[in-house]
């Protein structure tokens, strides 16, 4: 089975600044996609970025870059110019691919200082 | 862009009653709903997949006779607790699926959540 392991239970920025979350995951499979989502005090689940594990190139969306490392099993999300509204709860998420269900790590909380 | 309701957004219910909640894709066909359990403070934990027309496949330790999940159209999910109890207080998400009608990406979409408490 697949397992996602985010090891920052807590992060802190100060605005502005840039911070990255750390996610690692384990798997046997070659085609999968990777996710991180952003979970609000509003708890609705928001998608950030996407990776499909076929494609090389790190995906990018605005402010947030993925680092993805296909050989260490590794897919950490870079935020740049760290905002007040970037604070959340951020899952690190696994996709077979297919339509299966997601496997999420445990979360990392990211507070933003101002 | 795909969104997805639920319904109720907050649910109290006296221990020993059902209560359903539904999940429902606006403006797509979801031919595949999931269903995730979040406690505070923790992660989304998958409960059971169902697709339209089929009977949903749960996951080990959900138990099925307490958790009904009914997919019975393209657009409509529902998940009933029954007799239920304090300790299935929690915080229920749906995501539903277009399959490949949404793209080789099979792309999920969350709805909103449904926070249950029992009495």
């Known amino acids: 089975a697949q397992t996602v392991t985010q090891s920052q239970p807590e992060m802190s920025v100060q605005e502005a600044e840039t911070v990255t979350l750390s996610c690692t995951y384990d798997?046997?499979?070659?085609?999968?996609?990777l996710f991180w989502y952003k979970q609000p005090p509003s708890r609705q689940m928001i998608l950030v970025i996407r990776?499909?594990?076929?494609?090389?190139q790190n995906a990018t969306e605005n402010r947030f870059s993925v680092n993805f490392q296909k050989a260490a099993k590794s897919f950490s999300l870079k935020i740049s110019d760290s905002q007040l509204g970037d604070a959340a709860m951020y899952f690190c998420?696994?996709?077979?691919?297919?339509?299966?269900?997601?496997?999420f790590g445990k979360g990392t909380r990211l507070s933003v200082i101002a | 862009g795909a969104v997805v309701s639920q319904h109720p957004s907050r649910v109290i219910c006296k221990s020993g009653t059902s209560v359903k909640i539904e999940c429902r894709s606006l403006?797509?066909?979801?031919?595949?709903m999931f269903w995730y359990r979040q406690f505070p403070k923790q992660s989304l934990m998958l409960m059971a997949t169902?697709?339209?027309?089929?009977?949903?496949?749960?996951e080990q330790g959900v138990e099925k006779d307490k958790f009904l999940i009914n997919h019975a159209s393209l657009t409509l999910s529902t998940l009933t607790v029954t007799s239920a109890h304090p300790e299935d207080s929690s915080f229920y998400i749906c995501s539903a699926s277009p399959g490949l009608a949404g793209g080789p990406g099979y792309e999920q979409y969350f709805g909103p959540g449904t926070r249950l408490t029992v009495t």
């Open positions: 169902s697709n339209e027309g089929s009977k949903a496949t749960y």
């Open positions: 798997t046997s499979e070659s085609d999968y996609y």
């Open positions: 403006d797509f066909q979801a031919t595949t």
């Open positions: 998420a696994y996709r077979s691919s297919g339509n299966t269900p997601l496997v």
């Open positions: 990776q499909e594990a076929y494609k090389q």
